[in-house]
């Protein structure tokens, strides 16, 4: 979390080590049909150039630009907005299509794309998930120290307490980057990139709450690790990292609960879904004159200036206005001054949208349930007026309620923080699922990490407190997932120097949780148990992925037998690899794995393997020994749900196991 002069010191690493500028608006050359394209190369095959100089390789770059403009010493028609060093070959630059298809004809060239938008997928959780201080991963990493995280995203506030520089060493030798002048520093106007960047390698922040709700000590995952910031917003750039030795993770997406909804599905990437924590922002609502005819909610916005005791008339937003009502769209609101309003989730239509509506309209209060598809899972939202979010069930009920009483009334109820949900960590309804659509015989997503109402930095205050700097936000997201768990890979990386990408996530998913608080099977948004395709191989549990006895380790040279399964062209795999490669034609192919022993020097393995209904397996080594001379063993495994487990006196290596029967 180098601070240095603004943003200009804060570069980046491990995510990806890429930055595209957005700068296309700014770059004006004159030609309407000129935009940025992100230009993949070949290394330098000849000796002209060196692939390990940061000047041959620009002069390299720059001779696959038009002639006119690679010969140009004139800032004001040079096209190249910046050249990749590290991770990947190639640049961005300023071109027309013409262009491109001339520099397709180059030798050395791989592809060029347009560049391209992507939605953002958006203090409690270190303690939830294990981490404290004086002891356990935190004491035994030195909170991270050493590492080097680095985020792309909307950028960083780089004055907020949570990035204070104060007791941080120098950055490692081994970071090479530097600061990137003007125009666009990393500074963040949307508030995303703040908060990934606190969650990730947030310091340690007391005081920190939001509308009075959450208050507590906030903290990254790796406090102490050094935070690399991109502006910017990719599994051909995430291959080009893990080539490079970098861990890769991403958010799985905002679009479940729905099956194939995944994004970032590559397997050389750690996927990753949102579960909740054990915190809950509770309230209430409580129907007619039983008070114990009342339903559990949530809401970040618990105004003390609202009378709980006050019971107010109660309407169905789609029975007082016109037909999208119910979702209560901007101006579909009618005869609702002073009463509670229940809105559904939905239509198009945000829930912060919805309470404004509400508000507009002279409503007192808002009831927000949600649709089926949502089940149990809900949000706690800053919202306009008074709200608690209740579960498709509830609102079924006090639909029923409604309709059935002539003049029907409620009251919302505010309780505040509360800890020891028992059913933590459950799926949250929004984080994508399986399977995986490219692939469907890789397993997606990998994990799952706490991405509801997840409390981190934010640039501006959100509850007009605004005499300090000290600003935070709670909202939810599987991007509020990953960089959990790319601080504790941080964590990892810290303990295990010699660890590849590879064995870093292998031990995050074989030590994963796939029972709750209460001992019980992971729930989903309907309550039932969450199966591999919502949660992966479980909940992320870091110490124990910090020892995990076995760890199944890959080489970026082995998932090219997995592109040439795709069927990609030779000319497609080599977009990818970023090197020349030949495929095979079609043929059955058997592959093992070799897991290494990162336990005790002498180990002894016995398999435990619940094969799903309608599957069998064979060839299984059933007895894996592990000698401190040797340290090694190979396993063959056959590749819908159960698990493998390398059960041992100390560690139970677990691997899900998932079939797509067509």
């Not at 390789?57 to 690679?70: G, H, I, R, V």
């Not at 903290?219 to 599994?235: F, N, Q, R, S």
């Not at 800890?419 to 459950?426: F, Q």
């Amino acid at each position: 979390m180098e601070n240095k002069k603004g943003a200009a010191g804060m570069q980046l690493r491990t995510m990806m080590e890429m930055a595209l500028e957005s700068v296309a608006a700014e770059k004006n050359d004159g030609n309407n049909d000129m935009q940025t394209y992100i230009v993949w190369v070949q290394k330098p095959a000849s000796q002209k150039f060196s692939a390990e100089s940061h000047e041959d390789l620009e002069s390299w770059y720059q001779s696959f630009l038009p002639e006119t403009d690679a010969n140009s010493n004139h800032l004001t028609k040079q096209r190249m907005i910046y050249a990749y060093h590290n991770v990947a070959t190639g640049f961005a630059a300023r071109l027309t299509p013409e262009e491109v298809k001339t520099m397709e004809t180059i030798e050395g060239f791989v592809s060029a794309r347009p560049e391209k938008i992507l939605p953002l997928q958006t203090t409690h959780s270190p303690d939830f998930l294990g981490l404290h201080q004086g002891f356990g991963l935190w004491e035994a990493t030195n909170y991270g120290e050493g590492v080097i995280i680095g985020l792309l995203d909307t950028g960083i506030t780089p004055d907020h307490p949570s990035f204070s520089d104060e007791g941080m060493p120098p950055p490692p030798a081994k970071w090479k980057g530097k600061g990137q002048p003007s125009p666009g520093p990393p500074f963040d106007i949307d508030g995303h990139g703040t908060h990934t960047s606190s969650t990730a390698a947030g310091r340690f922040v007391e005081g920190a709450s939001v509308f009075g709700q959450a208050n507590g000590t906030a903290a990254g995952m790796a406090p102490k690790a050094h935070l690399a910031v991109y502006k910017d917003v990719i599994a051909i750039g995430a291959f080009a990292a893990i080539q490079k030795g970098i861990f890769f993770s991403c958010a799985a997406g905002n679009f479940g609960p729905f099956n194939r909804s995944l994004s970032n599905e590559a397997p050389w990437i750690l996927t990753v879904g949102a579960s909740t924590t054990d915190r809950i922002l509770k309230s209430e609502a409580q129907i007619g004159d039983d008070k114990n005819n009342h339903f559990d909610g949530k809401s970040l916005s618990q105004p003390q200036d609202f009378d709980s005791k006050v019971t107010l008339p109660l309407v169905y937003a789609g029975s007082v206005g016109n037909q999208p009502s119910a979702f209560c769209k901007e101006g579909t609101l009618e005869n609702v001054e002073g009463k509670i309003v229940l809105c559904e989730t939905g239509g198009g239509v945000t829930n912060i949208a919805k309470g404004e509506e509400v508000k507009r309209a002279g409503g007192a209060a808002m009831i927000l349930m949600n649709q089926e598809t949502d089940g149990f899972s809900t949000l706690a939202e800053s919202h306009a007026l008074p709200t608690t979010h209740v579960s498709y069930a509830a609102g079924l009920q006090i639909k029923s309620y409604i309709s059935s009483t002539s003049s029907p009334t409620a009251k919302i109820l505010f309780n505040g923080t509360v800890i020891g949900d028992a059913l933590a960590p459950r799926v949250a309804f929004f984080s994508s699922r399986g399977p995986n659509k490219a692939s469907p015989g890789i397993l997606k997503p990998d994990i799952i990490g706490p991405g509801v109402d997840i409390l981190a930095a934010w640039p501006v205050s959100v509850d007009n407190a605004t005499q300090s700097k000290a600003t935070f936000n709670i909202i939810s997201g599987t991007s509020m997932a990953c960089p959990h768990l790319s601080g504790i890979a941080a964590l990892l990386k810290s303990s295990h120097p010699d660890w590849s990408p590879a064995a870093i996530k292998s031990a995050i998913m074989t030590t994963a949780d796939v029972l709750n608080l209460a001992g019980l099977p992971i729930v989903d948004q309907d309550q039932n148990p969450a199966n591999v395709f919502a949660m992966g191989a479980g909940h992320v549990n870091p110490s124990k992925a910090n020892d995990p006895g076995l760890i199944y380790d890959t080489q970026a040279e082995d998932y090219i037998p997995y592109l040439c399964g795709l069927n990609y062209t030779d000319t497609e795999i080599q977009i990818i690899t970023q090197q020349k490669i030949g495929s095979n034609e079609s043929q059955s192919q058997y592959y093992t794995r070799t897991v290494r022993n990162v336990g005790p020097a002498s180990s002894t393995y016995n398999l435990d393997l619940l094969v799903p209904h309608k599957m069998g397996m064979s060839e299984i080594t059933f007895h894996v020994e592990f000698i401190a001379q040797d340290g090694a063993g190979k396993d063959g495994v056959a590749f819908g749900q159960g698990y493998l487990k390398w059960v041992s006196d100390k560690h139970n290596v677990t691997s899900p196991i998932a079939v797509v029967f067509d």
